[in-house]
């Protein structure tokens, strides 16, 4: 895996609708990254490798899943965003993506291995309190269910 993302930071949106992103995830990103909706109520950052990883396998699925797959792909190319970092290193997140992913003032980036998560920081709040949980006690998530 080419970048790794780790770690928690917390940043707040400016009155551009812009984030910074942490120092240390910078250099993934310089040429530019995308923004997508993810499926759990955050954006995903993503270097244009993974990108075009994803985007690779969802044009897959079209030409294999009817209008099921012709659709999903229509909806993950158009709810995307490619984003310049600034010298600051500030990305502006659309308007669009802001509400999807209901980024208010206060937002937490997170580094989730192979791309970065910005999240509200509410959100986040109870996303990982239920991620620490599961870490806490596996045997309450999804071993025990598969065992089932």
């Given at each position: 895996?080419?970048?790794?993302?780790v770690?928690q930071?917390?940043?707040s949106?400016?009155?551009?609708?812009?984030?910074?992103?942490?120092?240390?995830?910078r250099?993934?990103?310089?040429?530019?990254?995308?923004?997508?909706?993810?499926?759990?109520?955050?954006?995903?950052?993503?270097?244009?490798?993974?990108?075009?990883?994803?985007?690779?396998?969802?044009?897959?699925?079209?030409?294999?899943?009817?209008?099921?797959?012709?659709?999903?792909?229509?909806?993950?190319?158009?709810?995307?965003?490619?984003?310049?970092?600034?010298?600051?290193?500030?990305?502006?997140?659309?308007?669009?993506?802001?509400?999807?992913?209901?980024?208010?003032?206060?937002?937490?980036?997170?580094?989730?291995?192979?791309?970065?998560?910005?999240?509200d920081?509410?959100?986040?709040n109870?996303?990982?309190?239920?991620?620490?949980?599961?870490?806490?006690?596996?045997?309450?998530?999804?071993e025990a269910?598969?065992?089932?």
């Amino acid at each position: 895996m080419e970048s790794l993302f780790v770690g928690q930071h917390e940043h707040s949106l400016d009155a551009k609708g812009r984030i910074v992103l942490p120092a240390s995830f910078r250099s993934a990103f310089e040429p530019s990254g995308f923004l997508i909706k993810h499926s759990e109520g955050c954006l995903a950052l993503m270097t244009p490798d993974r990108f075009g990883e994803i985007a690779g396998q969802m044009s897959e699925r079209s030409q294999s899943g009817g209008p099921h797959g012709r659709a999903a792909k229509r909806s993950f190319g158009a709810g995307a965003a490619r984003v310049l970092p600034d010298k600051q290193g500030r990305i502006a997140v659309p308007e669009e993506l802001r509400r999807f992913a209901g980024l208010q003032r206060e937002c937490v980036v997170i580094g989730a291995i192979d791309e970065v998560e910005i999240w509200d920081a509410g959100r986040w709040n109870e996303m990982n309190a239920q991620g620490e949980s599961l870490l806490a006690a596996p045997e309450s998530g999804t071993e025990a269910a598969e065992r089932a």
